[in-house]
T-cell receptor, first 111, second 119 residues
């Protein structure tokens, strides 16, 4: 699976949009971009995933560049409960294969 | 989404003892389950892949004789840390693959984790 690069940490003001970037320049054509987050001392929580089109759900939006070498997770109105470590992972979709986690981005939402 | 549970949530044991951690998929049948370990302020590290009815596949550097994995049914996988030592103290997390997941391609669900402390 391709590796990803994310900033180590970010801050965001409460109520503002949080934009979390991820670089995956070696992504293969059949690999999806997945985003999970982990709140302290809990298991990771699924957020969103996509292949090449932008995706939106009740939690977030995922913007994937046309060349698929990078993506951005957008939390439209960050709350204090969004403070967590966010992981961007690329992997072939729905195959039962492993997720290999990178270092992730520690997002702190500031009141 | 699907629910994965782990038991116990916390365990403290003496050095040299063995500890068993259970991972259950509560509302789906998991063909494959995964075990991760996470040290403080670090990312999740995949330890092994567990397929129902067959031997687990361990990641490089993980001792299979120390971390025994059993996946005897489609809803239960267990991780036994044998002869635990203080350096095995960590947060252990499982995940389960639901091939028939309701959300397309969101097929892997994580448990809440088990905090192991070895004295």
């Amino acid at each position: 699976d391709a590796k990803t690069t994310q900033p180590t940490s970010m801050d965001c003001a409460e109520g503002r949009a949080a934009n979390l970037p991820c670089n995956h320049s070696t992504i293969s054509g059949n690999e999806y971009v997945y985003w999970y987050r982990q709140i302290h001392s809990q298991g990771p929580q699924y957020i969103i995933h996509g292949l090449k089109n932008n995706e939106t759900n009740e939690m977030a939006s995922l913007i994937i560049t046309e060349d698929r070498k990078s993506s951005t997770l957008i939390l439209p109105h960050a709350t204090l409960r969004d403070t967590a470590v966010y992981y961007c992972i690329v992997r072939v979709g729905n195959t039962g294969n492993q997720f290999y986690f990178g270092t992730g981005t520690s997002l702190t939402v500031i009141p | 989404g699907a629910v994965v549970s782990q038991h116990p949530s916390r365990v403290i044991c003496k050095s040299g003892t063995s500890v068993k951690i259970e991972c259950r998929s509560l509302d789906f049948q998991a063909t494959t389950m995964f075990w991760y370990r996470q040290f403080p302020k670090q990312s999740l590290m995949l330890m092994a892949t567990s397929n129902e009815g067959s031997k687990a596949t361990y990641e490089q550097g993980v001792e299979k004789d120390k971390f025994l994995i059993n996946h005897a049914s489609l809803t239960l996988s267990t991780l036994t840390v044998t002869s635990a030592h203080p350096e095995d103290s960590s947060f252990y997390i499982c995940s389960a693959w639901d091939p028939g997941g309701a959300i397309p391609y969101n097929e892997q669900f994580f448990g809440p984790g088990t905090r192991l402390t070895v004295l």
